[in-house]
């Protein structure tokens, strides 16, 4: 017999690797534990995008268990799930654009507050970023409507919920992990990747958006 938990993990979790691979998160973390402050503010950005992430699915599944039980049948969110996917998919195409030739990358102004940040606004802007990220935000509205359409009991939505943030924050827990196990060693390899994500996030997110809002698509057009 397949086990409910495993199932829906399954199918949650493209959807929590498309939030790992979010550029923004990730090009904060490298630059906080490329600061002097890394082996505090390091652990405590991690700390925040965990709760963060894990605040906003919360909020998402209680929702999405309400409508489910207001529908009364799988029809209504199997639809919002149809317009979220190929709002994804419209919003990914239009992310999915090089650079101009000759246009030098560069990072937000506020950015860069993060190379000397101290661990408690670490924590805190971590948590924001995740609960105000609007393409993170919809990949986890995809999350939350799936974990909340399934027959899993509350614990059991509990434990896919900290499955999937647990997947969601792996790119920003391994490069702390990094850092303070062999911070001259990864130095520069987080450089590098630093220079390349801000160079190239708008195709990876777009490449993101379009994978991801293809597969929510698909799935809600099977439930219809």
Do not use: C, H
């Not at 029809?75 to 979220?84: E, F, I, S, T």
């Not at 919920?161 to 303070?180: E, K, N, R």
């Not at 990747?193 to 994978?211: F, K």
């Amino acid at each position: 017999m397949e086990n409910p938990v495993l199932s829906v993990l399954g199918q949650v979790l493209p959807l929590a690797v498309g939030v790992a691979l979010s550029p923004l998160p990730v090009i904060a973390v490298v630059l906080v534990a490329m600061s002097p402050r890394a082996r505090a503010s390091g652990p405590a950005f991690v700390a925040g995008r965990m709760l963060g992430l894990a605040a906003v699915l919360a909020i998402i599944i209680a929702a999405a268990d309400l409508l489910y039980s207001i529908a009364n049948a799988a029809q209504l969110p199997a639809v919002v799930k149809l317009v979220l996917g190929v709002a994804l998919l419209v919003l990914g195409i239009t992310k999915w654009r090089p650079k101009p030739k000759g246009a030098e990358p560069a990072l937000p102004g506020w950015m860069e507050t993060f190379t000397t940040i101290a661990p408690g606004r670490a924590f805190g802007m971590s948590a924001l970023m995740s609960a105000i990220n609007p393409k993170e935000v919809a990949l986890l509205l995809a999350v939350g409507l799936t974990i909340g359409g399934s027959q899993l009991t509350v614990p059991q939505e509990a434990l896919v919920g900290v499955g999937v943030v647990v997947v969601a924050s792996l790119t920003v827990a391994v490069p702390v992990i990094a850092v303070l196990a062999a911070p001259k060693r990864v130095g520069p390899v987080l450089d590098r990747l630093r220079e390349w994500l801000t160079a190239n996030s708008s195709i990876v997110m777009g490449i993101l958006l379009v994978v991801i809002g293809a597969v929510v698509a698909g799935g809600a057009i099977s439930e219809l």
